[in-house]
Nanobody, 116 residues
Framework: QVRLVESGGGLVQAGGSLRLSCAAS????????MGWYRQAPGKQRELVAT???????NYADSVKGRFTISRDIAKNTVYLQMNSLKPEDTAVYYC??????????WGQGTQVTVSS
């Protein structure tokens, strides 16, 4: 059993900042990737930022220079620092972890709303 618990979402004005956290617990082993996705109303879920299996980072073009992903390996926790937020960033943000090659687990989602 793997559980991902997310926190840090909320309502913020354009230009503001939020920091999301995701703590994983349970049978955590053979971590392949760990990161964040988001889903805006009426849109498909999209990748925001991830750590690859090699430890490097990938970012969506829309968030490069504004968002930073980080992790605390000892705590099995991943963070997403979001700066210079835009209304277009409004979405439900989901933490994701992939164990091995194909086993994906998702957090419950946390709402981020950016007002103009």
């Amino acid at each position: 059993q793997v559980r991902l618990v997310e926190s840090g979402g909320g309502l913020v004005q354009a230009g503001g900042s939020l920091r999301l956290s995701c703590a994983a617990s349970g049978s955590i082993f053979s971590i392949n990737t760990m990161g964040w996705y988001r889903q805006a109303p009426g849109k498909q879920r999209e990748l925001v930022a991830t750590f690859t299996s090699g430890g490097s980072t990938n970012y969506a073009d829309s968030v490069k220079g504004r968002f930073t992903i980080s992790r605390d390996i000892a705590k099995n926790t991943v963070y997403l620092q979001m700066n210079s937020l835009k209304p277009e960033d409004t979405a439900v943000y989901y933490c994701n972890i992939r164990l091995g090659y194909v086993n994906d687990y998702w957090g419950q989602g946390t709402q981020v709303t950016v007002s103009s």
